[in-house]
């Protein structure tokens, strides 16, 4: 019976990935919007989104606009641009599980989504890694977009 459940429904991690494309998607037609914003409209979106929080303090209502002004912030800072796999990971970063990725997949572009998104309540967050140089290294390549968004 499980099998046919999972034929019928597809996995649990598949019903997932489903759902995430959508807010994927969402993100994406974003982009155009969120690409004509001029630097300082695009740095007022972090006061606008905590406005947001405070207002219904459901971080998920504003995922894709967060993650899009995210994904922007990083084409003009240091010229990388977010694929939709690294949305997907942002996601499932931001909802507390974990996203495995193999070296050189961007797991350190993938977190400033959910940290970007999950410092807009005030509450301070962590990203941890595994040694002193990455730390370093990190702290300094991705802290350009934290900085542009005036974390």
């Known amino acids: 019976m499980k099998e ?17 494309s959508k807010i994927v998607h969402q993100i994406n037609t974003l982009e155009d919007e969120i690409t004509s914003l001029s630097d300082s409209d695009l740095l007022a979106k972090t006061d606008e989104l905590k406005s947001l929080y405070e207002s219904n303090k459901d971080l998920d209502s504003f995922l894709p606009m967060a993650f899009a002004v995210v994904r922007e ?49 005030g509450d301070p967050v962590h ?3 595994v040694n002193d140089y990455l730390a370093d290294r ?5 802290g350009k977009i934290y900085k542009f ?3």
Request: hydrophobic residues 45%.
């Open 4 to 20: 046919l459940f999972k034929r019928i429904f597809g996995s649990s991690n598949q019903r997932l990935l489903n759902q995430y």
């Open 73 to 121: 912030a990083s084409k003009r800072t240091i010229s990388l641009r977010h694929f939709d796999v690294q949305l997907l990971g942002g996601i499932v970063l931001h909802k507390g599980m974990i996203a495995e990725m193999k070296t050189g997949e961007g797991k350190t572009l993938v977190a400033t989504l959910s940290a970007y998104l999950n410092s807009l309540n």
């Open 127 to 129: 990203i941890v890694t």
């Open 138 to 142: 990190d702290s300094k390549w991705m």
């Open 149 to 151: 968004l005036g974390l």
